[in-house]
């Protein structure tokens, strides 16, 4: 079965997790798509605007109305998710990415590394240029490129 790691960087709101960048490679041949998305329409509560706002204050994120000229409509993820379907291996870091691609992709074969492998990420990442300037331990290919280190260091799912 062919493998991507799926990684994703967002907002964690109090009724559900907010996509804001995506970064997938692909392992057989290391392509990578990278996106950023525009946040969905939300009636935010006042607990979910501190957390935006701490989100994007401290944390240095992009917040749920931000607005990236270049980013792809929320309403898009479905379908980029639906071109894995059930073709690939799914590796993913953390609960909230594999709840939230779960929820998405329910028949999928989903791995998420922290458990399965004993993934953990370090304090600082190395900077990726993703296209938005934002501290590296929040962006999604920075996270990603640890996560392939990782699973080419551990040889993890190779060779089946």
């Known amino acids: 079965m062919k493998t991507v790691i799926v990684s994703l960087e967002g907002v964690n709101l109090s009724h559900q997790f907010v996509v804001r960048e995506m970064s997938i490679l692909f392992l057989e041949d290391d392509s990578i798509r990278h996106y950023f998305f525009n946040g969905p ?6 607990a979910d605007k501190r957390t935006e706002y701490y989100y994007q204050r401290f944390l240095g994120g992009l917040g749920i109305s931000t607005h990236i ?3 792809v409509d929320y309403g898009s993820i479905p379908g980029i998710f639906q071109s894995l379907g059930t073709r690939y291996r799914i590796l993913c870091a953390g609960h909230i990415a594999h ?4 929820d998405k992709l329910p028949y999928a074969d989903i791995w998420e ?3 399965v492998a004993g993934l953990t990420f370090p304090k600082t990442l190395r900077t990726s240029y993703c296209g938005i300037q934002h501290p590296a331990r929040y962006c999604s290919l920075s996270k990603l490129w640890f996560m392939k280190n990782f699973v080419d ?3 993890i799912f190779m060779g089946e």
């Not at 329409?41 to 006042?46: E, G, I, V």
């Open 41 to 46: 329409k939300l009636h935010l509560t006042p």
């Open 69 to 71: 000229p270049a980013a």
């Open 99 to 102: 709840k939230f691609l779960s």
């Open 113 to 115: 590394l922290q458990s």
């Open 153 to 155: 260091a551990t040889d």
